[in-house]
């Protein structure tokens, strides 16, 4: 069975960090572009940041940028996500998803992801 499990998240206070982690089950995620999503409450779901399949080449929304990290280690099968200075809009819901295609593309819509992981909630108190 193909899975992306995540773990990581929890409440913090504003300007804290925490570390997200998705690792692949059942596939090989060296394969697959990878891409970190949140959703709030009442939002639409929302790209963070993407990463190569081999980690070369990572993109991130104008929210992450100086803040946020995408890193992947390929030899353990696992995709981070690094989160630093974080502010209570923040607060969401976070995906990590696979994408099968061969060329890497940054920050695509949601609906080109393959697999996704089973979401982790993010709280960050002020």
Do not use: H
């Not at 925490?18 to 639409?44: M, T, V």
């Not at 991130?60 to 696992?78: E, L």
């Amino acid at each position: 069975q193909l899975q992306l499990v995540q773990s990581g998240g929890g409440l913090v206070q504003s300007g804290g960090s925490l570390r997200l982690s998705c690792a692949a089950s059942g596939f090989n995620l060296n394969y697959y572009g990878i891409g970190w999503f949140r959703q709030a409450p009442g939002k639409e779901r929302e790209g963070v940041a993407c990463i190569s399949s081999r980690g070369a080449i990572t993109t991130y929304a104008d929210a992450a940028k100086g803040r946020f990290t995408i890193s992947r280690d390929n030899a353990k099968n696992t995709v981070y996500l690094q989160m630093n200075s974080l502010k209570p809009e923040d607060t969401a819901v976070y995906y990590c998803a696979a994408d099968s295609n061969p060329l890497f593309r940054a920050m695509v819509a949601a609906s080109e992801y393959d697999y996704w992981g089973q979401g982790t909630q993010v709280t960050v108190s002020s």
